[in-house]
């Protein structure tokens, strides 16, 4: 039986590159659409890709100039701020699944540029109301693993793979010091539809526990900023 959804309790899958979070918003699609059509999600595609395009950037921009990511980064915020708002006002919209957050391009800075890029990408009024958003959401961040590499085709060295893994465990890092309640799903589930009940089973848990508490885990400054 599929849950109820509770206004406004979104889900987001985030993560580094190559883990499946897109094939798991395919899925969590697939879930949602063999319901009633009033607890039907509208999805949030990946907005990074179309960003790389319509700006003519290339991934080579993220390391090879502070100022080229900064700007890329900031971009991505914008995108993906005005996407989840262009989604809240269907008059269909019960709640959003979306491939990525706002949360992603902070941690790319964060990664790249260090602390300062970070900051200035948080003071946005883009990031102030995705963060709203995403305060009354499920978060679930996806493991960065070998195996999902092997899934995605994609061959890493040993000095990329230390790269990729440091990022599952930045972008922890940064969820913890803003105080955005989150779950890993851990690379030992590896089954899509295994996935899939594991981000079900956490969403209605939550979704139970912010009906009768009211509140999620409180915010806080990060870096001086509040």
């Known amino acids: 039986m599929t849950a109820s959804a509770p206004r406004t309790h979104h889900i987001y899958i985030v993560g580094a ?31 990074a890709r179309n960003v790389l395009a319509q700006h003519s950037f290339t991934p080579a921009d993220i390391t ?11 971009l991505i915020l914008e995108a993906q701020a005005q996407t989840e708002k262009t989604a809240l006002e269907q008059p269909d919209c019960k709640f959003l699944i979306s491939d990525g957050s706002g949360v992603d391009p902070i941690s790319c800075c964060m990664r790249y540029i260090g602390q300062d890029g970070a900051a200035a990408l948080l003071e946005t009024t883009e990031w102030h109301e995705l963060e709203a958003r995403l305060r009354t959401s499920l978060i679930v961040v996806c493991e960065a693993a070998v195996d999902r ?23 922890c890092g940064l969820l913890d010091r803003l105080g955005l309640d989150y779950v ?8 899509l539809s295994d996935q899939v009940d594991f981000i079900l089973s956490r969403w209605r848990a939550r979704a139970s526990g912010m009906e009768t508490s ?7 400054g990060v870096w001086g900023l509040s």
């Open 17 to 47: 590159q190559c883990t499946g979070k897109t094939s798991i918003v395919s899925a969590l699609e697939s879930h949602f659409g063999e319901g009633s059509s009033d607890n039907r999600p509208v999805i949030v595609r990946d907005v």
């Open 64 to 74: 090879s100039s502070s100022d080229r990511c900064l700007a890329l980064q900031k």
């Open 149 to 171: 590499l092997t899934d995605d085709g994609v061959r890493l060295t040993p000095s990329e793979y230390e790269d990729w893994r440091a990022f599952h465990v930045l972008s």
């Open 184 to 191: 890993v799903l851990p690379c030992e589930i590896t089954q």
């Open 214 to 220: 009211g509140s999620s885990l409180s915010g806080g």
